[in-house]
């Protein structure tokens, strides 16, 4: 009957009851975490986006499009990752991590002048080292081919301005999702791309190191 709560009003994450009194809170400011950002930067870190509660009362936080921060229950910084997490992240029963991130920058292939935003899974360790990224783009180049992978996101570029795929959710496909969804295996993640109307299910590869 516990639930979980962040809002768009500051970077905090609320534990209520069920009669909506608060049991226990997190707050922490994305420039404690971020020292580095630019002012510019700000209208993106102003609230924690999505929040994942650990079963020891840590709390994983996405400050959207700038990172991912590990809070203790009394909302000290146990470790930040300047990955351009944003939307949504999932967790492993191990502890590791699955988050969405994004990179502007230009794709040849894609555009030779325009940047556009490339999305990525990337697999983290529970102390938030990056273990593997999978480039999203690639994935489908891999799956689709490249004329018809390119052709949808390029259809992306105009309308929404760069965003080629928009990809807000990431769910762990688990041994049990896996028995009733021949298409996926355990360790695979379920993925949405809103631009290109897209429901995926990728597969991260070979563990091993990551940027």
Known sequence: GLNLVVSGHGPEALLLDVDGRVLHSWRRPCRDAFPELKDADAPRYQYFRRAHLLPEGDLLAIYEGSGLVRLDRDSNIAWAWPGRAHHDLDVWPD??????????????????????????????SPDGKVLRSLSLLEALEATLGPAEALALARAAIAPWRGDIFHTNTAQLITPERAAWWPLAQPGDVLVSLRNIDRIVVANMGPRGGGD
């Not at 990179?103 to 555009?111: H, K």
């Open 95 to 124: 502890g590791r991590i699955v988050v969405l991130t994004r990179r502007v920058r230009v794709v040849e292939r894609l555009d030779p002048a325009q940047p556009v935003s490339e999305d990525f899974v990337a697999e983290l």
